[in-house]
């Protein structure tokens, strides 16, 4: 028995939620915000599915140009690798002190995992102005256009993430971590590490299968 | 009223419960995923495996480590809260295996038909 149910008071309305079996009433707000981003997330990937079958499907052809193995520098992929996943973690610590109302903490991590993405980015787009300085643009070949296409598809979702993280980082600063704003920061991590499983997927399929 | 506290969640998301997710969640999920990460990138440099066998072994590296991710960084678990992320999940990775597969299937399929027409 708990105290609730002993007190008769009217006002004793247990605020019990549910915890997902359907009993108690609705999910909490919480629960609800990510199940929906989660479905979002979900779409892009579907996207991302289709650049990536397009990649499969005209990695071969070359048109005479240059093939995979000739462009990519895997050391700078593994570097870019290791700046997304670092920043991939920093956004979770980050993420894990708001919730425990650490401010200070989350924006420490806040800049830690915007210089990791911002690092990611500027490797990928100074890497893209090389190619295309060498003629091996996205008009060189079929494989190339579907490299540029999947790989720019995905830079440009870092991008978005780091305007997004900017926003967020200004929402704390001025309203500090009150609900609303903690659930947009749980929604943006969900992207950002969503955004780090793709990149999984990228650099197994396109770099080192393409360098084999 | 006790019925609804036996199934006591413990998938963090919940505001009024104390999250599940700790620190030490994340720097595993990291040591985990840089282990695949290396892994993938000596696999891919070297002929530790079988050289035919190279793909496979980047395809099992490359799931491993979105599995770690999905359950350290993403937080999937067998909660009840996660009951529904975990379905949806399912159906999202039908939907892309489809795609995918079904996509290089139809074109090597296009291709290998394709009739290759002598130069007059």
Partial sequence: MTIATMDRAPTAVTTELAHGRGGGGPASKRVVVAYGFWIFILSDMVMFSALFAAYAVLSGSTAGGPTGAELFDLRNVF?????????????GIGVLS???????RFLIFAAFTFVLGAAFLFIEVTEFARMVEMDTGPSRSGFLSAFFTLVGMHGLHVASGLIV????VAQVIANGLRAPVLRRLLCWSLFWHALDIVWVGVFTLVYLMGAL | MDGDHLFEDR???VEEHEPTASYLTYTVGLGFAILATIASFIVAQTNLLWPPGIPVGLIVLALAQIGVHLVFFLHLGSGPDSTNNILALAFGVLIVFLVITGSIWIIANLNSNMMLMPAQ
């Fill in chain 2, 11 to 13: 998938t963090p998301g």
């Fill in chain 1, 79 to 91: 570097i870019e690798t290791m700046c997304l996943l670092l920043s991939s973690y920093t956004c």
């Fill in chain 1, 98 to 104: 708001a919730e425990r109302r650490y401010p200070a």
């Fill in chain 1, 165 to 168: 993280l900017v926003y967020l």
